[in-house]
């Protein structure tokens, strides 16, 4: 069964830091990029950066630009977000997501980060 | 940044009726273009790529059509279970990839 499953989710002050994880099973992870997307409440999603299968390229979005750095560890199939400097606009559903398409077509369950003091 | 115009922001149909759904691309995206669905508390779901394939296990009332820059996405005859918010997505020119703002499909 194909699956991504987000954790390290939580509450952090502004200027904190967090780090997420992604866990992936039921695909040959190391074969496939891998990009987070954040969703604020109430509000639309956001792709936040993205990861090549082997790590070679990575892209962010500006908003995190300089803050965030995506990582990947294939040996373990998984996927990390050190969220650095982090603000209340950060606050937000984070979601792994990839695909075997073009577009994203494995998504995972999402954590919540919440920035707030 | 190429940026992605959803309309209408609700749409109001009644089971049994046909949807439409517009996305608008500020610039030429050529045919790459999702659209997903989304219900509360759950993750999005690729229902349509390449503007127009159906991702796996869709099934054939949804339809996208369009390319460049105007696309649409059409459920023929409303479920109950279509109910939800629907994002476009273009993967063409990126970093970044831009979804709209949504439309939010509600029961009339």
New interface residues.
Partial sequence: QVQLVESGGGLVKPGGSLRLSCAASGFTFSDYYM?WIRQAPGK????VS?ISSSGSTI????SVKGRFTISRDNAKNSLYLQMNSLRAEDTAVY?CAT?Y?????I????TMVTVSS | EIVMTQSPATLSVSPGERATLSCRASQSVSS?L?W?QQKPG?????LI??AS?R??GIPARFSGSGSGTEFTLTISSLQSEDFAVY?C?Q?NN?????????TKLEIK
């Avoid at chain 1, 998504?107 to 999402?110: A, D």
């Fill in positions: 990009s639309g999603l956001e792709w993205y892209y962010y979005a500006d979601y695909g398409s073009p577009a994203f077509d998504w995972g369950q999402g | 790459n999702a997903y759950q993750a999005p779901r690729l790529y390449g394939t991702a796996t994002y997505q993967y990126w970093p970044p990839n831009t979804f709209g703002q949504g």
